[in-house]
Each structure stands twice: as C-alpha cells, then as structure tokens.
C-alpha cells in the first residue's frame, strides 16, 4: 500500500529531515576543510616538481657551461675555468653576506 506525503509516519519524516541534514553538514565540513587540504597538496606538490626540474637544469646548465669553457675558451686548462667560477661565486657569496648583514640578518663582527 502506498503512502502519500500527506499520510506519512512523522518517525520517517524527522528520519528524512536528520539525514537530510548530516548530509548537508558533511559536506559543508568537506568543502571547508577537505578541499582546501587538497588543493594544498596540490600545490605543495607541484611545486616541489618545479623545484626539482629547476634545480635539475640550474645544475646541467652550470655543468654545461664549465664544459664549454674548459674546452672552448680556456682550451683544456681546467684550472682557469675552475678559478673563474671559484672568484665569480666568492663574489656572489660576499655580495650576499654584505646584503644579509644590512638587513640586520648576519652580524660580521660578532
């Protein structure tokens, strides 16, 4: 026998109605602290992908051009090459080290 909405049991309406509503507080409760963790994720992770193909050719690249100077510029002396890029990044890190501590980062005195 079927029922209509007029004649149905009120145990079974406040059934629909509470899960009705758990309903809608599960998903308030996902779209307010499961998405956001996702897309959180997400963006940590490709990040990190971005860093490694980054670093990956920042490394190539720097072998590279060793390679190309060591054999193109300073034809075979290694030694040159080597003490270009040995006073190129002593100056790189004194540069830094000087802007660290302007910004009250490194103390050079203590």
């Keep these: 026998m079927a029922q209509n909405s007029e004649t149905r049991d009120p145990i079974e309406s406040l059934s629909d109605q509470l899960t009705e509503w758990a309903h809608q507080f599960i998903d308030t409760v996902a779209t307010r602290t499961i998405r956001p963790l996702f897309v959180s994720v997400r963006a940590i992770t490709v990040g990190l992908f971005i860093a490694t193909i980054a670093l990956v050719i920042l490394v190539a690249g720097g072998i590279g051009l ?45």
Excluded: E, Q, Y
Aim: proline share 0%; glycine share 14%; net charge positive.
């Design 66 to 110: 060793a390679r190309l100077f060591d054999v193109s510029v300073f034809h075979g002396r290694v030694w040159a090459t080597d003490l270009l890029f040995g006073v190129i990044l002593l100056l790189v890190g004194l540069l830094l080290l000087r802007r660290a501590g302007a910004k009250g980062g490194f103390d050079v005195h203590s």
